[in-house]
């Protein structure tokens, strides 16, 4: 009887653990059949295809017998995360996408099929160089759009590797695609969600003064300013970049308003771009008490933003509060447009935006030629560097371009990112 028993035991165990390994593979089959099949196809199929720049320009190509890059070195670089590599090193790449649309696998067959296709994207890759040319070895993202149709013209993250040459040595951070996959302290572009939230919440706004002499303190803790702007209105507290008086207004505002158009406004959120999770930014959840809600409605404290989220924001106040979601792969619809902010707000910012260039931005960099709206950021990050952002749009319906422009540890905002974004704006006006 003891012996029956044990093999009983024994007979369910090892049936117990062929239904566990069975539940395993069909969990990692359902998970990973695809790779194991394209893993397969890419040597074994007689699939082809190619992507395109809006100009006709082949950045990628393969065929059974070949995997291709642009000829030209400087397009590879420049298109890197735009397109990953056929190994998925990035994990935002357009080729990867691509290289399983063409194969088309079948979950319940487990099979591919044979299929010639291309793809064009949006993307100008011209623009591509200017950008990263600009960049000057620099880490950094560039973004930009056109917010009246949506396209993405131009994604540039440093560093880069080439993706033909199999011996180069990979810089640190070269994987990762600054644009869509991380998140940075955003220092003072972050104002303009501040202001966007004052506009609509202090009726008084544009009656009020707010001063500075170059510090202010709440509740023992002193909020440091980087200049002396004595008394001076909102839109001049913009232009100032004052923190000074954005601490004030995101006092005001209290931290449970500010919480609201933060996540309104999507940067909280993981967002979708032709299939490509981006990353989430961070805004302080729990209660922080008024100094540190000061210090987080200047954009510092724990804030993060990707810059893909911001390229969003300002392209809807740049739409009259409409958002036409950015793609980067060329799309036979019609984009998908939203209601993002209230016309009047999206007004308001623009108006604030283009006081910014004519009483501060323009005196220092010649954007001549340029209908530009904008906000510069110098985001510190305790170490003593800053990153340095650039963000806004054209004011031009024959070029409704928006941008955002981030150098990692750059400094100065105007300097180092607006400079960047100048080269690319001029480019982009004169194509």
Request: include cysteine.
């Amino acid at each position: 009887m003891k012996k029956i028993t044990s093999r009983a035991v024994s007979v369910l165990l090892i049936a117990a653990l062929v239904i566990a390994g069975m539940g395993l593979y069909i969990g990692r089959y359902i998970f990973h059949g695809e790779d194991w099949a394209l893993f397969f196809s890419g040597a074994n199929s007689d699939s082809t295809g190619v992507i395109k720049d809006r100009n006709g320009v082949v950045l990628a190509s393969f065929s059974p017998d070949e995997k291709l890059y642009a000829d030209d070195q400087l397009t590879r670089l420049a298109d890197y995360h735009v397109l990953g590599d056929y190994w998925g090193r990035t994990g935002s790449g357009i080729l990867s996408r691509f290289q399983s649309g063409v194969y088309n696998f079948n979950l319940l067959t487990g099979t591919t099929k044979v299929s010639s296709s291309k793809m064009t994207l949006n993307i100008d890759s011209e623009l591509n160089k200017v950008a990263y040319n600009a960049l000057g070895g620099r880490k950094g993202a560039v973004l930009l759009s056109n917010y009246k149709t949506g396209e993405i013209l131009s994604l540039v993250s440093t560093p880069v590797v080439d993706p033909a040459d199999q011996n180069a040595e990979v810089p640190e951070g070269a994987y990762i695609n600054r644009c869509l996959s991380a998140a940075f302290v955003p220092g003072s572009v972050f104002k303009l969600v501040t202001a966007a939230a004052a506009i609509e919440n202090i009726p008084d706004l544009y009656d009020r003064s707010f001063y500075c002499e170059g510090e202010y303190d709440i509740a023992g803790v002193k909020i440091k300013c980087s200049g002396t702007h004595y008394t001076q209105t909102f839109e001049q507290a913009m232009a100032n970049s004052c923190n000074c008086a954005f601490a004030q207004v995101a006092v005001m505002l209290g931290q449970d308003t500010m919480k609201k158009y933060v996540q309104q406004y999507g940067f909280l959120d993981s967002q979708k771009i032709n299939g490509i999770r981006t990353a989430r930014g961070s805004y302080p959840q729990d209660f922080i008490g008024d100094p540190e809600l000061a210090w987080s409605g200047i954009g510092q404290s724990t804030d993060l933003i990707s810059p893909y989220s911001m390229l969003r924001f300002v392209s809807a106040v740049a739409n009259d509060g409409v958002l036409c979601e950015p793609s980067i792969v060329k799309e036979d619809s019609a984009p998908e447009k939203t209601r993002f902010m209230k016309a009047d707000t999206a007004d308001k910012l623009k108006q604030l935006m283009s006081y910014n260039v004519s009483s501060h931005y323009a005196q220092r960099m010649d954007f001549s030629g340029l209908n530009l709206c904008a906000k510069t950021g110098t985001a510190e990050l305790g170490n003593g560097t800053s990153h340095a952002w650039f963000t806004g749009f054209l004011d031009d319906e024959a070029h409704p371009y928006a941008f955002v422009v981030l150098v990692e540890q750059g400094g100065s905002g105007l300097s180092a990112a607006g400079s960047v974004a100048n080269s690319l704006l001029q480019a982009a006006v004169n194509r």
